[in-house]
């Protein structure tokens, strides 16, 4: 029981990486995009290839998947900068499905359907990471860095920019701030974090194959941010911690595994739409309060 309870909360802790990166582009940038699972696949598959093919130590290898998920990020953010509302959602969409493709087809690389087994768990300092706490801690360790970087950022100066971005970019364009700058550099970021969380679940799973980096990915830390509150940063994180604690306790109340995964879905889908119509705030979230204009009477 142990066991399966440090599973579920190692598995949390790198969905919250995910979640608090994207809520740099979508809670504070304003930039619905649903390509951040394959920025997590693009450092899953350069972090394992790089362990198994180079024999890269564990930290090398999260650095590395960092780098290539950002340089991808800033290759295709200067386009995708340009386009807003449905057409980034559409752009965004078109980018996951060519990755997932790529992972499918570059068999000589990825092995295709097959997958990238034998990965090899963590190792700091010549020590084994290789028993569910100190995989854990491994993970927390994570969390806590992308934390540290992501607070600074959103909590700065730099962090009002994309705030304003969010609000209005044709103000920050008049006060001389250039939007498609400030655009690709918080998507190269967020897209950094996605590459580092990647090669952890990597290194945890010991297999990735594409399959774990579906369009659903990218819809579960969607969720995540939404329902724990956008552009709070600890919120997502509570609600990556909650979509992966209500799906595991339908295991107890004795569904069958035939129809567990497709209730999962729909659970994931009425969470969300109970969250936009309730408290589109999300969780955590401060509730916006809406004033009056002078003169108005009660």
């Not at 991808?72 to 990755?99: H, K, T």
């Not at 997502?236 to 999962?264: D, H, K, M, Q, T």
């Amino acid at each position: 029981m142990e066991a399966y309870v440090l599973t579920v909360l190692s598995m949390a802790g790198i969905y919250a990486i995910l979640a608090m990166s994207y809520d740099l582009t979508f809670g504070f940038a304003g930039m619905f995009s649903v390509a951040h699972g394959a920025f997590f696949g693009i450092g899953a598959y350069a972090g394992a290839l790089a362990m198994l093919g180079l024999d890269v130590p564990f930290p090398a290898a999260v650095l590395l998947g960092a780098a290539l998920a950002a340089v991808v990020a800033m290759v295709i953010a200067g386009p995708a900068s340009r386009l807003e509302g449905d057409y980034l959602v559409v752009g965004s969409l078109s980018f996951a499905v060519i990755c997932y493709e790529l992972m499918i087809n570059l068999t000589g690389v990825t092995r295709g359907p097959m997958g990238l087994p034998g990965i090899p768990s963590p190792r700091i300092f010549g020590i084994a990471f290789d028993t569910p706490w100190l995989l854990l801690a491994v993970i927390l360790a994570i969390l806590a860095i992308t934390a540290l970087v992501a607070a600074r950022v959103a909590f700065s100066p730099y962090g009002r920019i994309l705030r304003a971005l969010k609000d209005d970019p044709v103000a920050v364009e008049a006060a001389g701030k250039s939007v498609i700058r400030h655009k690709v550099q918080v998507m190269a970021l967020s897209a950094a974090m996605a590459g580092a969380a990647g090669v952890v679940y990597a290194a945890y799973v010991n297999f990735i194959d594409p399959e774990s980096f579906v369009l659903r990915t990218s819809f579960v830390i969607l969720v995540a941010a939404v329902l724990g509150g956008a552009g709070t940063l600890w919120g997502p994180c509570l609600g990556a911690l909650f979509l992966w604690i209500v799906p595991e306790a339908l295991r107890f109340v004795g569904i069958p595994s035939g129809i567990r995964g497709p209730l999962n879905e729909i659970a994931y889908g009425c969470l969300l739409l109970g969250v936009v119509l309730l408290r589109p705030e999300g969780i955590v979230g401060k509730r916006r309060l809406r004033t009056r204009p002078r003169g108005e009477l009660a």
